[in-house]
């Protein structure tokens, strides 16, 4: 089973900007691409982000323009860089590959 453990949450004013990072045991994600959910409590869980094992990237229309998703190889790593953040981007935010999840970090958008 893969492992995958999310980092670089935070709280942040609106209008700020963090990058998460999601790291796995093995190299799934040149195999099989990652995605970045986001959980608020009451709700289903949103897909945010994805990348494809070619690169192809999409976005949910929310985070368009504002956040990019990104993948280094070498270090079996995915980022989500969040940029203009709001406060409805207030979430648990998670990083899926092949039917494995993360523990889950969370952002805290205030003022």
């Given at each position: 089973q893969v492992r995958l453990v999310e980092s670089g949450?935070?709280?942040?004013?609106?209008?700020?900007s963090l990058r998460l990072s999601c790291v796995a045991s093995t190299s799934?994600?040149?195999?099989?691409?990652?995605?970045?959910?986001?959980q608020v409590p009451g709700k289903e869980r949103e897909l945010v982000a994805s990348i494809t094992r070619f690169g192809t990237?999409?976005?949910a229309d929310s985070v368009q323009g504002r956040f990019s998703i990104s993948r280094d190889n070498a270090r079996n790593t995915v980022y989500l860089q969040m940029n203009s953040l709001?406060?409805?981007?207030?979430?648990?935010?998670?990083?899926?590959?092949d039917n494995n999840w993360g523990q889950?970090?969370?952002v805290t958008v205030s003022s």
């Open positions: 949450g935070g709280s942040v004013q609106p209008g700020g799934i994600f040149s195999i099989v691409g990652a995605n970045w959910y986001r990237r999409n976005y709001k406060p409805e981007d207030t979430a648990v935010y998670y990083c899926w590959s889950g970090t969370q």
